[in-house]
């Protein structure tokens, strides 16, 4: 779970970033319930998502790579806008996608501890994470950073022939 920081860098997602970004989130997309989106995505697509999360401001993208030049991208954390909604403008939702080789390295720990160190001096009173079930690992992630359990939506989504059931988690902030 541990890792080296001269060995990991953080730093704000760039347009450079954007295919290996798409190809991480594209494997959840393919392989898994963790994302609800049923078909993969092209960089193009992606684009307006990465360019929704500037390098300040309470909606970042943070992009662990391995450190050298350029660098293998292992994993992103972002806070995006919880809904539309302007009064819902100082809640966000944070989430964290590793690259699948970079599980069990502690990259989702050191992202997420960047990603809520920068938003401690942005306008945010809540952060919310949705956790499609079962999902230990994230569980356990958030967990850490204190969030906790707020209720769980049955069945809300379907994805492969079947239903997944919604955690939503929430940290004060």
Sequence with gaps: MSHDDEEVQVRPGTERDLTALTDIYNHYVRETAITFDTVPLTPAERRPWLHSHPEDGPHRLLVAREAGDPGTVLGYATSSPFRPKAAYAPSVEVSVYLAPEAGGRGIGTLLYGHLFQALAKEDVHRAYAGIALPNEASVRLHTR???????????????????????WYQKDL
Excluded at 145 to 167: L, N, P, S
């Design 145 to 167: 950073f204190g969030f906790r359990h707020t209720g769980t939506f049955g069945e809300v989504g379907r994805k492969f022939g079947r239903y997944w059931d919604v955690a």
